[in-house]
């Protein structure tokens, strides 16, 4: 299906298509590292970690690629500036993601074993509300029906996400074995894995801005 913005510029649809897909594969990466980081497998770690810098940077390349046909070649002028803003910001969401895991590297946080399933869950919404902002910007692009049912499930994500983060907060402030400064870096962690979910949800927020003002 040709996307319903761009026409019948087949060769950008491609590369937006694609860069998406580097989006999305990130977000699986990130929820795999850091299952790995806590199941102590620090060389299937580690190959996460090379993958997910690879797709970092071939994002960025992507994306500055795009822009560039945008600007020299004067495609779609009408929608322009909104797909390089959505593309700005989806990169964001995927500099995230490898940060994230780069910081678990760095830092080797060591997070309580009773705290082990509630990060995984938390994990896994910050990444299922990257994937709903995905399947939501292929929606917008293509002017699909699903549009309004993916963007509702980046919100549904964020909330999960939220949840568990302020569970997992209150429960590592109240440890009586941990200290002050050990609870402060798993704070850090907790906070910036949910970060993730709620910069899903302003790009969600700002996409529902553009599909309206194609309405009008």
């Known amino acids: 299906m040709a996307f319903g913005i761009l026409k019948k510029q087949l060769g950008l649809q491609k590369q937006l298509d694609e860069f998406l897909n580097q989006v999305s594969e990130a977000s699986l990466l990130l929820r795999q590292g850091v299952d790995l980081y806590l199941s102590e497998r620090e060389e299937a770690f580690d190959e996460k970690l090379e993958q ?6 071939r994002g960025d390349e992507m994306r500055r690629d795009i822009e560039k046909k945008l600007y ?3 495609l779609i002028p009408e929608s322009r500036g909104d797909v390089l803003q ?8 995927l500099d995230s993601c490898k940060a994230m895991l780069w910081q678990f590297k ?3 946080p060591d997070f309580p074993e009773e705290a082990h399933g509630e990060l995984r869950d938390l994990t896994s919404h910050s990444a299922e509300s990257v994937e709903a902002i ?12 699903e549009f309004a ?3 509702h499930k980046v919100s549904y994500w964020e909330t999960e996400s939220d949840k568990v983060s302020t569970r997992m907060l209150m429960a590592i402030f109240r440890r009586d074995d941990l200290s002050l400064c050990h609870k402060a870096q798993l704070k850090d962690f907790v906070r ?5 979910a709620d910069r899903a949800e302003d790009v969600a927020d700002r996409l529902s801005i553009y599909a309206i003002k194609r309405m009008l």
Request: proline share 2%; glycine share 0%; no cysteine.
């Open 52 to 57: 997910i810098t690879h797709i970092e940077h």
């Open 192 to 196: 910036r894995i949910s970060k993730i």
């Open 72 to 74: 020299i070649k004067t």
């Open 149 to 151: 049912d993916h963007i």
């Open 134 to 145: 995905v399947r939501s910007t292929r929606a917008f692009l293509r002017t699909s029906p």
């Open 86 to 93: 959505l593309l700005e910001r989806l990169d964001t969401l």
């Open 106 to 108: 760095i830092e080797l």
